[in-house]
């Protein structure tokens, strides 16, 4: 494990009690709606009833509820995520809810999955941090099945318009904001690449194809 995850992983297990709070109110201080958003970002994934559904650093499982109503009974839902904290909170939400869900302790660059495992790979926050974003996304691409999707989203500002107050704001608070989307990392092989932003023009979306 990186020196980089190992903090992360620290720091999310003692963050995970307070992290759904403290995101809701980062989210109304952007002036969006985490709800809407997240729902937004999963149905880009263009899931259908019986789907596997990956979700890598799926932290305290937020957008599951989303998935699982999408993908139904027949579905499956595996959740990967670097903290055993983030992971208990999952759970418990998880039950709460009666959601089936199988979750897995592990980094995402090296995910104990068999190449395309899944009918669509989620990874919604956190890539900013990781060490090797482009091992992950390479890990993403391979675990998913031919003709398959992968959809990232993390914290940014766009490149393309002028920037808010509020972006101007989120770069002086949190440097990861200041990383552009990675789309260098993107594996060549790639198909309908597609760059957006939401979250009140705070986060990007890139979605994309694996080839058949």
Same mark, same amino acid.
């Given at each position: 494990?990186?020196?980089?995850?190992?903090?992360?992983?620290?720091? +999310?297990?003692?963050?995970?009690?307070? +992290?759904?709070?403290?995101?809701?109110?980062?989210?109304?201080?952007?002036?969006?709606?985490?709800?809407?958003?997240?729902?937004?970002?999963?149905?880009?994934?263009?899931?259908?009833?019986?789907?596997? !559904?990956?979700?890598?650093?799926?932290?305290?499982?937020?957008?599951?509820?989303?998935?699982?109503?999408?993908?139904?009974?027949?579905?499956?839902?595996?959740?990967?995520?670097?903290?055993?904290?983030?992971?208990?909170?999952?759970?418990?939400?998880?039950?709460?809810?009666?959601?089936?869900?199988?979750? !897995?302790?592990?980094?995402?660059?090296?995910?104990?999955?068999?190449?395309?495992?899944?009918?669509?790979?989620?990874?919604?926050?956190?890539?900013?941090?990781?060490?090797?974003?482009?091992?992950?996304?390479?890990?993403?691409?391979?675990? !998913?099945?031919?003709?398959?999707?992968?959809?990232?989203?993390? !914290?940014?500002?766009?490149?393309?318009?002028?920037?808010?107050?509020?972006?101007?704001?989120?770069?002086?608070?949190?440097?990861?904001?200041?990383?552009?989307?990675?789309?260098?990392?993107?594996?060549?092989?790639?198909?309908?690449?597609?760059?957006?932003?939401?979250?009140?023009?705070?986060? +990007?979306?890139?979605?994309?194809?694996?080839?058949?």
């Amino acid at each position: 494990m990186f020196q980089r995850e190992r903090r992360s992983r620290a720091y +999310y297990d003692g963050r995970a009690r307070w +992290y759904d709070s403290t995101n809701r109110i980062a989210a109304w201080l952007r002036g969006a709606s985490p709800r809407r958003e997240r729902r937004r970002a999963v149905r880009r994934l263009n899931l259908k009833p019986g789907d596997r !559904v990956l979700e890598v650093s799926v932290g305290t499982g937020t957008n599951l509820p989303f998935i699982a109503e999408r993908i139904g009974d027949a579905g499956c839902i595996v959740g990967l995520d670097i903290s055993r904290g983030m992971l208990g909170v999952c759970q418990r939400k998880l039950r709460a809810r009666h959601i089936e869900a199988g979750l !897995v302790e592990g980094e995402a660059a090296h995910p104990p999955f068999a190449d395309g495992a899944f009918d669509s790979v989620f990874h919604h926050g956190g890539i900013a941090e990781f060490s090797d974003r482009g091992a992950a996304i390479a890990e993403m691409f391979r675990v !998913v099945r031919p003709g398959g999707r992968v959809l990232i989203c993390d !914290v940014g500002v766009p490149t393309d318009r002028p920037l808010s107050l509020v972006n101007r704001l989120l770069l002086r608070l949190q440097p990861e904001y200041d990383q552009p989307p990675p789309l260098e990392s993107l594996p060549a092989a790639a198909q309908d690449v597609r760059l957006s932003w939401y979250f009140g023009g705070a986060w +990007y979306m890139i979605e994309f194809n694996r080839p058949e």
